[in-house]
């Protein structure tokens, strides 16, 4: 080495002493070592330490109690129903609840978020690392009762088998023709998926092409994963065997994108779970619990109240940016209790309940505005944001999640059942309206204004009010049935008040309007079911002929307005008398539309409402029985 003479510092003693080269060397290896360590501990270490790892080698994460690490989780290399419910092309819905509006998230966030979501992210966008506790493995945090789980007592809980005597087939002509109408227009739809679209999400079919859009955080397959209850359950085992192959082979959890924490829940989540409990392959319970423990980081927040976008790989969480001060959506964060409590069940790992819990218990803690449940909910105070209320997008499937809690757990939840009853009691004494013209609907309430406005995704709750009734108050069991018929009726009018016969997104009752969209924005129909959903629930429940009729008369619309050379497709206007498509076939499509359509011409034993509820998304989940299971062997949690 070569050193420049320091001023007082003799020619002699420039030279290094063995000491002093040891001292120098050691401080150099040790700004070396704090370098290197510090680029694993910055917000985007997952991707840093790609660098470094071979393309075979995952992070390693693990867990014994809450902190410790134990068992590796993948890290790897894409409508909105949170209130995006749907896809590209109409304003889709953001199941944010059932769909956000952002909807079938909130049923629907106005469907039209999905993409926006991506694009408006809030600048105060959560950057804190997920929480390495949170990436608990089911397996290493509690390994003797995740492997205690047994899918065959679970099968002796169930109180008739799952697809009935003989699959649900319904014994007069008329309707057994009807419902392999329904059969065949799955199989047109899932046939054109895999010739076109393949391992994407969604099928285009003018274009015959795939969509993969931005809503899951680059996982692959939403058609696939969506289908595989309804391929099960109509017969098609051909078709299920592949979809159940590329699951094995092809759904790749290893994901470093930007995802909605709703759509993933309802879609994915709900569908493996589903397959599970219907087949007992443990693919499906392997690969949800995997995914489920993803979710997790999405609750590190000061309350625990999860936001509602999360990357599957760093775990970072933040809100959307659409949402009123970075708040959380109530559809949302309220659309997760299903899913997570039958997580808990299969993985033995009670965190997954615990986190919905204390989302209940803090909803139950704060204040409600005339007993209702507004949409918006700040992550970090706890505190409501606004004061908009709508059972519609936003805030829907919050109010389905309720009453369902109480049906899956053998009606011994009773948190579920006060919740529930006491918000009905808010939405009819606030929101819900007579028309002059005599129909029923329920309103939106914007801080004690009422915008007389009624979504489609707002009619899944005539179904909901139904299978609600009989467990009510004694005095007000008929009358919440009759309420779901009125209800059901208003949705049932929106469709025959249009030139397609099918409805609209939202219909207005203001201005002379009955059941109509006022509005351009309003006029699209993106291949939603919760009409048909309610049309299922209310034949099931009365038997009266007239929902089988309804229901036919959807399909023969579905026939002629929306099928064409290479799928399905929603249209842009239903009051037009030539029709514009809007070139996506949506995985709810054939999740939920179809399937409710199915079982409407089934007989009451294919998936009967004793032993399932369905999740948001149709995806059926069977009734926890806690003392059958354990008196079968099976661990509680």
Known sequence: MVFRKLPGVSASGMGLRLSQKFVFLLFLSGLVTLCFGALFFLPDSVRLKRIFLSKNENPAVTVGSDNELSKKVPGDPEHLRAGLKGGEGANVKLKVSRKPSVTHGARTVERSVGSRAQDERSPARAQEPAARDERVTSAAHNGERASAYSYEAF?????????????????????LQRREKVKEMMKFAWDNYKRYAWGQNELRPLTRNGHIGNMFGGLRGASIVDSLDTLYIMGLMEEYEEAKEWVQNNLNLISNGE?????????????????????????????????????LPAFNTPTGIPRGVINLGSGTSWSWGWASAGSSILAEFGTLHLEFLHLSQLSGNPLFTEKVMNIRKLLNKIEKPHGLYPNFLSP???????????????????????????????KTDQEAKKMYYSAMEAIETNLVQKSPGGLTYVAEWRGGILDHKMGHLACFSGGMIGIGADDGPTEQRQHYLDLAAEITHTCHESYSRSATKLGPEAFRFDAGAEATATR?????????????????????????????????????????????????????????????????????????????LYLLFSDDDLLPLEDWVFNTEAHPLPVIRKTCLQEHGNPLV
């Not at 809980?157 to 002509?173: H, V, Y």
């Not at 409990?277 to 949800?288: D, R």
């Open 380 to 410: 970090v105070s706890g505190n409501w944001v606004q004061h908009h209320v709508s059972i519609g997008g936003l805030g829907d499937s919050f109010y389905e999640y309720l009453i369902k809690s109480y049906l899956m757990s053998d």
């Open 155 to 175: 099968k002796k809980c169930l109180l008739k088998p799952a697809l009935g005597k003989n699959k649900g087939t319904p014994s007069d002509s008329e309707t």
């Open 259 to 295: 995802a909605s924490l709703f759509e993933v829940n309802i879609r994915y989540v709900g569908g493996l779970l589903s397959a599970y409990y219907l087949t007992g392959a443990e693919i499906f319970k392997q690969k949800v619990v995997e995914l489920g423990e993803k979710l």
């Open 520 to 596: 351009l924005s309003d006029r699209y129909y993106i291949l939603r079911p919760e009409v048909i959903e309610s049309y299922m629930y209310m034949w099931r429940l009365t038997h009266d002929p007239k929902y089988r009729q309804w229901g036919w008369e959807a399909v023969e619309a579905l026939e002629k307005h929306c099928r064409v050379d290479a799928g399905f497709s929603g249209i842009r206007d239903v009051y037009a008398s030539t029709v514009s498509h809007d070139n996506m076939q949506q995985s709810f499509f054939l999740s939920e539309t179809l399937k409710y």
